[in-house]
């Protein structure tokens, strides 16, 4: 090896002192680096297939319950029909006609009771003192509620606007007045005359509204009138020829 130049020589007292490192002093100044994680070469994860589409369900489900309700309202409907016009119904009075014996509220409140109405066979059996149901004779449309105070073969003493002092109730008739005792306020036989047996619907059993009058009505305790005399009219008979 040649020798230095002499101005590039260094005394050794002026060199910079050899650090001695150890491994463990290397090793926590500069801690290794964990490796790097290779990324993942696994495939993606791809979406499940959609489900195949399927033709729209019908409601069927629904149709079939309407039809059934309608089904069983309509197979029952001849059989309430005839349940409400020829056995029993319940029906409203209105007016004061029939007052105090029913609608006892009415000159207060105008309220109406209702009543239940046997319907079956009502013009037969009759007797003084029923409230009947009936077609009016001059407005079959219209219902009106009175009680029967003579059957065929008494004689009435009528009232005024009845043109006659007297009528004798002929046969298959009934004579038929309300409680009020305003003639003004009941339309009956003293306007009418005498009503046929087939013009009644059906005859009062009970009240069912309100509920402090609800039960059967007694009619059997009612006194009778002495403006009729039973058995004192002159009766048609019809005799019928073979």
Not at 37 to 56: C, H, I, L
Not at 124 to 129: D, K, T, V
Request: glycine share 8%; hydrophobic share 35%; with cysteine.
């Amino acid at each position: 090896m040649p020798p230095l130049p002499p101005l590039l020589r260094v005394p050794l007292s002026h060199r910079a002192p050899t650090r001695h490192l150890s491994l463990t002093h290397s090793l926590r100044a500069h801690p290794p680096r964990p490796p790097r994680s290779k990324p993942s070469t696994s495939p993606p994860s791809t979406p499940p297939p959609p489900p195949p589409r399927t033709a729209p369900q019908r409601p069927r489900t629904d149709v079939l319950t309407t039809l059934s309700v309608l089904l069983f309202f309509a197979s029952w409907y001849p059989a309430w029909s005839f349940l409400t016009n020829n056995v029993l119904c319940i029906m409203s009075v209105t007016g004061p006609s029939m007052s105090p014996f029913l609608n006892t509220d009415h000159d207060r409140s105008r309220a109406g009771d209702w009543v239940w109405v046997d319907m079956w066979r009502a013009g037969r059996g009759l007797q003084r003192g029923m409230v009947v149901v009936y077609r009016s004779p001059t407005n079959a449309e219209r219902f009106a509620v009175k009680r029967v105070i003579a059957l065929e073969g008494d004689a009435v003493m009528t009232k005024a606007p009845y043109p006659f002092a007297r009528e004798d109730v002929p046969c298959g008739h009934v004579w038929i007045e309300g409680d009020q005792l305003d003639g003004n306020k009941t339309m009956d036989s003293n306007w009418v005359g005498p009503v046929s047996r087939s013009l009644i619907v059906g005859r009062v059993g009970g009240v069912v509204w309100p509920w402090r009058k609800a039960g059967r009505i007694r009619w059997e305790d009612w006194k009778g009138s002495d403006r009729v005399l039973v058995g004192k009219g002159m009766v048609e008979k019809i005799e019928l020829f073979h």
